[in-house]
């Protein structure tokens, strides 16, 4: 059975740091392009982060670039999401997704409140 679960979401001040990360199960996880979406309330989902099989191909939404950084362990079926300098625009419900030969899978989303 297919997973994916996030985690490390929560309320966290202006300028803080948070630490997501989205544990996968079920698939071949190296095989796997994953990404980093987010969806605020009225909002439409948004991609924030991709990054490739093997790590070295990665992108950003740009009002990200330079806070946030992406990266994979395969050996842990991890992927993550380093947020630093966090705004309130930040706020939203972040999502990890895989993309592969195997098809798409979407894991169920972890709340990042930023607020004062």
């Known amino acids: 059975q297919v997973q994916l679960v996030e985690s490390g979401g929560g309320l966290v001040q202006p300028g803080g740091s948070l630490r997501l990360s989205c544990v996968a199960s079920?698939?071949?996880?190296?095989?796997?392009?994953m990404f980093w979406y987010r969806q605020a309330p009225g909002k439409e989902r948004e991609l924030v982060a991709s990054?490739?099989?093997?790590?070295?191909?990665?992108n950003y939404l740009d009002s990200v670039k330079g806070r946030f950084t992406i990266s994979r362990d395969n050996a842990e079926n991890t992927v993550y999401l380093q947020m630093n300098n966090l705004k309130p625009d930040d706020t939203a419900v972040y999502y990890c997704?895989?993309?592969?030969?195997?098809?798409?899978?979407w894991g169920q989303g972890t709340q990042v409140t930023v607020s004062s």
């Open positions: 079920g698939f071949t996880f190296s095989n796997y392009a």
């Open positions: 997704k895989a993309t592969g030969f195997g098809g798409v899978f």
């Open positions: 990054i490739g099989t093997v790590a070295v191909s990665t």
